[in-house]
C-alpha cells in the first residue's frame, strides 16, 4: 500500500505483527471480550459490577459512551458507565479513577478497560502512521484490596500546548464531518512522530524517576516496569538512559504494535497468564501520549 519495508519497521519501530479487526468489529466487541474475561478471573459476576470506566480514543460513536454499550452487551445492570479520553495514558488514568471511588467508600466494584480499534482512523496512505497501529482490548477489575495485589499509587500529567503533534483533526466540533475533511483525510490519525518521539523518552525517564522518589523507593526496588508500547527505541532510551537493565521492561510490540489504551492491560494479562512476576513484586506502569498525556502507577504485585 505504501512504500516501506519491513526493515525499516522492524528497525524503526520493533513492530512485527499487529491485530486488525475486521469491518464489522467496533471497540466495544473487543471491550466486552476483554471484559468478560477479567470479571471470570476475578470471579465477580457481571451484576456485581458498580461502574465501568473505559479508556478510549476509539469509540463506538462520538455519543453514547462505549462504556454503555459495554454495560448492555455484559448485562451489568447497576452499573454507571462512562468513557474517558486520555490517550495512550487513558488506561493509567481510569485505574486512577477506580482507585479513587473504591477508596472513597463509593463504589466497590469497578471495571477498568482499555480498548482501541485503531485500525478505523488510521490512513493507510500515510506510510509515516499506517504501520504503526494496532487493535485490541484489555481489562481489569478493582475492588478493595484483598491483602494481594495493590495499586499503591498513581500520578497523571498533561501539556495541552503541544497537542498538535498527535491528533485526530475532524469529526468533533471544531472541525465536523463535512465532504472537505474527508477528503482531506482529516478523520485519520495525524502524528509528528519525530518531534514525539524525544519527548516521549524524556517524559518516561522524568515521570519514572518522579514515581519512585514519590514513594520512597529506588529504581532497584523495582522488578518489572510496563511501558506503553509505542516504539521499542522510545523504551530501550529511557531505560538505558535510566541505568536499568533493559529486559526489565515488558515488551510486546513485536506482536500488538501501538494498540493505545489497550497496551499496558494486554501486556499485564500476558504477565499474569505466563507468570512473569512474583506475589509482592513492585511494578511500574508508565505512559505517554497524545494531548500530551502522560501517566504512571505503582502497583504491588
Ligand atoms: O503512542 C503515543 C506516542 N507515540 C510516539 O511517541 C511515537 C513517537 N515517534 C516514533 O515512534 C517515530 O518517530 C516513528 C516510528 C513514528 C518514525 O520513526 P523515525 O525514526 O522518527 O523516522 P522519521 O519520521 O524521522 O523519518 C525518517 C525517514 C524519513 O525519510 P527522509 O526524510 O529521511 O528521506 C521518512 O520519510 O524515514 C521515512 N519514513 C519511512 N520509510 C519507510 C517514514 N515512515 C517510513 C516507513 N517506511 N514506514
Known amino acids: 500500500?505504501?512504500?516501506?519495508?519491513?526493515?525499516?519497521?522492524?528497525?524503526?519501530?520493533?513492530?512485527?505483527?499487529?491485530?486488525?479487526?475486521?469491518?464489522?468489529?467496533?471497540?466495544?466487541?473487543?471491550?466486552?471480550?476483554?471484559?468478560?474475561?477479567?470479571?471470570?478471573?476475578?470471579?465477580?459476576?457481571?451484576?456485581?459490577?458498580?461502574?465501568?470506566?473505559?479508556?478510549?480514543?476509539?469509540?463506538?460513536?462520538?455519543?453514547?459512551?462505549?462504556?454503555?454499550?459495554?454495560?448492555?452487551?455484559?448485562?451489568?445492570?447497576?452499573?454507571?458507565?462512562?468513557?474517558?479520553?486520555?490517550?495512550?495514558?487513558?488506561?493509567?488514568?481510569?485505574?486512577?479513577?477506580?482507585?479513587?471511588?473504591?477508596?472513597?467508600?463509593?463504589?466497590?466494584?469497578?471495571?477498568?478497560?482499555?480498548?482501541?480499534?485503531?485500525?478505523?482512523?488510521?490512513?493507510y496512505t500515510d506510510r509515516s502512521t499506517c504501520i504503526l497501529f494496532g487493535d485490541g482490548a484489555g481489562a481489569a477489575v478493582v475492588q478493595k484490596s484483598n491483602g494481594k495485589r495493590e495499586i499503591?499509587?498513581?500520578?497523571?500529567?498533561?501539556?495541552?500546548?503541544?497537542?498538535?503533534?498527535?491528533?485526530?483533526?475532524?469529526?468533533?466540533?471544531?472541525?465536523p464531518a463535512s465532504h472537505e475533511t474527508v477528503n482531506s483525510r482529516s478523520h485519520y490519525i495525524k502524528l509528528k512522530g519525530k518531534g514525539l518521539f524525544k519527548l516521549a523518552v524524556n517524559n518516561m525517564v522524568d515521570v519514572i524517576l518522579k514515581s519512585v522518589k514519590d514513594n520512597n523507593i529506588s529504581l532497584e526496588d523495582i522488578d518489572m516496569i510496563i511501558p506503553h508500547q509505542s516504539n521499542i527505541r522510545i523504551i530501550e532510551a529511557a531505560m538505558e538512559k535510566l541505568n536499568m537493565a533493559k529486559d526489565k521492561a515488558y515488551i510486546n510490540i513485536d506482536r500488538f504494535g501501538n494498540t493505545s489504551s489497550a497496551s499496558i492491560p494486554i501486556a499485564?494479562?500476558?504477565?499474569?497468564?505466563?507468570?512473569?512476576?512474583?506475589?509482592?513484586?513492585?511494578?511500574l506502569l508508565v505512559a505517554f501520549g497524545g494531548g500530551l498525556t502522560w501517566s504512571s502507577s505503582i502497583i504491588k504485585w
Open 1 to 123: 500500500m505504501v512504500d516501506t519495508s519491513d526493515e525499516w519497521i522492524t528497525k524503526r519501530t520493533g513492530i512485527k505483527e499487529r491485530r486488525i479487526v475486521d469491518n464489522g468489529t467496533a471497540t466495544s466487541d473487543l471491550a466486552v471480550e476483554a471484559s468478560l474475561r477479567a470479571l471470570d478471573d476475578a470471579k465477580v459476576l457481571p451484576s456485581e459490577v458498580d461502574l465501568i470506566v473505559t479508556s478510549t480514543i476509539t469509540p463506538d460513536c462520538l455519543f453514547p459512551s462505549t462504556s454503555c454499550f459495554i454495560q448492555e452487551k455484559i448485562g451489568a445492570k447497576k452499573a454507571g458507565a462512562f468513557d474517558i479520553l486520555a490517550a495512550c495514558a487513558g488506561f493509567i488514568y481510569a485505574l486512577s479513577i477506580a482507585k479513587n471511588f473504591v477508596i472513597s467508600g463509593t463504589r466497590d466494584t469497578v471495571l477498568v478497560i482499555g480498548a482501541e480499534c485503531l485500525s478505523k482512523v488510521t490512513d
Open 152 to 175: 499503591i499509587t498513581t500520578l497523571l500529567g498533561a501539556d495541552g500546548s503541544q497537542a498538535d503533534l498527535l491528533m485526530l483533526p475532524a469529526g468533533g466540533s471544531r472541525l
Open 268 to 283: 499485564i494479562d500476558e504477565i499474569d497468564k505466563n507468570n512473569l512476576l512474583r506475589s509482592g513484586d513492585t511494578v
